[in-house]
T-cell receptor
C-alpha cells in the first residue's frame, strides 16, 4: 500500500537549470510533508518541510509546493548544482508533533545534475 | 551540530543469530524511531518509541524485534533470530518536534 508515491525513479538535469521532483499521496489524513536528501552510505538528511495550511515554503534554492486538492507536492531546486546529485525522498505524516507522528516515505527519486 | 550516532556501521551475522544495533539519539529529543531500507527499496518504518514505551510499530516489527532504552542515552534495536531477509540498512532517528534527524545507518548482512 503506497501512501506516498514518487513515480519517477530518476531525473537528470543540467547544472544551473531547475530540478522539479514530484510526489503524490493518497492518505487524506497527512498534513505535514517533508523532503529528505540521501547520499549513498549515509542517513537521510532533512531538507525542507511544509504544513498543510500552506501551499508554498521556500528555503534558499529549495521550494516546496503543496496542492492539497490534488494530493500532490513538488520540490523545486533552482539553480541545480552537481552537489545536489542524490536520492530525494518525499515523506508525510499525520501530525507534525505527537508520539504517533511517524513518517511514511516514498521510494525516492535519484537526481543527477550534469556539470 | 548535534547528531544521531549509530553503531556498528556494518555487521555481518549468520542466520539465526541475535543482533543488537545501537543508537545514541540527539540529547534533548524525546521521540525515537527505527527505520530500515532494503537495498533498492524505500525507507520503511519499523517502530516509534516515546516515554519508555513503543508508541507505534509496523507489520515488519514482529516478535523477533525489540527496542530498549536501557539508560538515558542509548536506544537499541534487537533482532532475536536473524533471517536472510533482515539484511538491510537500519536507520535510527530522533526528534523533538517536526522533522526527524537520522543517523548514518547500520548495515546488517545476514548470511
Amino acid at each position: 500500500d503506497q501512501q506516498v508515491k514518487q513515480n519517477s525513479p530518476s531525473l537528470s538535469v543540467q547544472e544551473g537549470r531547475i530540478s522539479i521532483l514530484n510526489c503524490d499521496y493518497t492518505n487524506s489524513m497527512f498534513d505535514y510533508f517533508l523532503w529528505y536528501k540521501k547520499y549513498p552510505a549515509e542517513g537521510p538528511t532533512f531538507l525542507i518541510s511544509i504544513s498543510s495550511i500552506k501551499d508554498k515554503n521556500e528555503d534558499g534554492r529549495f521550494t516546496v509546493f503543496l496542492n492539497k486538492s490534488a494530493k500532490h507536492l513538488s520540490l523545486h531546486i533552482v539553480p541545480s548544482q552537481p552537489g545536489d546529485s542524490a536520492v530525494y525522498f518525499c515523506a508525510a505524516s499525520e501530525a507534525r508533533t505527537g508520539a504517533n507522528s511517524k513518517l511514511t516515505f516514498g521510494k525516492g527519486i535519484t537526481l543527477s545534475v550534469r556539470p | 551540530e548535534p547528531e544521531v550516532t549509530q553503531t556498528p556501521s556494518h555487521q555481518v551475522t549468520q542466520m539465526g543469530q541475535e543482533v543488537i544495533l545501537r543508537c545514541v539519539p540527539i540529547s534533548n529529543h524525546l521521540y525515537f524511531y527505527w527505520y530500515r531500507q532494503i537495498l533498492g527499496q524505500k525507507v520503511e518504518f519499523l517502530v516509534s518509541f516515546y516515554n519508555n514505551e513503543i508508541s507505534e510499530k509496523s507489520e515488519i516489527f514482529d516478535d523477533q524485534f525489540s527496542v530498549e532504552r536501557p539508560d538515558g542515552s542509548n536506544f537499541t534495536l534487537k533482532i532475536r533470530s536473524t533471517k536472510l531477509e533482515d539484511s538491510a540498512m537500519y536507520f535510527c532517528a530522533s526528534r523533538a518536534a517536526g522533522e526527524l534527524f537520522f543517523g548514518e545507518g547500520s548495515r546488517l548482512t545476514v548470511l
